[in-house]
């Protein structure tokens, strides 16, 4: 759970843009990308995962994957807790904080 919300923190500040490499990368739009095009999006993104969150990301998006070559990368979004609906996404990501009333 901590390694899960240290990885929200660090991703919510841009994931919309996340949400969109992948997608670039999933050319085929088959909802599978390789290892190497997801580690690519986090590079290019300049993400500071650490190794053991990373590994983590990994791990999850394999657990639902045919192999490393077949990873379902939108489990990525289902294990941080957050929708692939696109307009979900940009809601959350311009989303207002709540004002309160003295």
Known sequence: ????????????????????????EDFKSNGWITLEQFKNVIRKLELKLSSVQMDYLIYEMYKYSKNSQKLK?????????????????IDSEYKEEPVEEK
């Open 73 to 89: 990368y939108e489990k990525v979004f289902d294990v941080l807790g957050f929708s692939n609906n696109e307009e979900e996404f």
């Open 1 to 24: 759970q901590q390694i899960q919300n240290e990885i929200i923190d660090i991703m919510n500040p841009c994931l919309v843009s996340f949400k969109e490499a992948l997608d670039l």
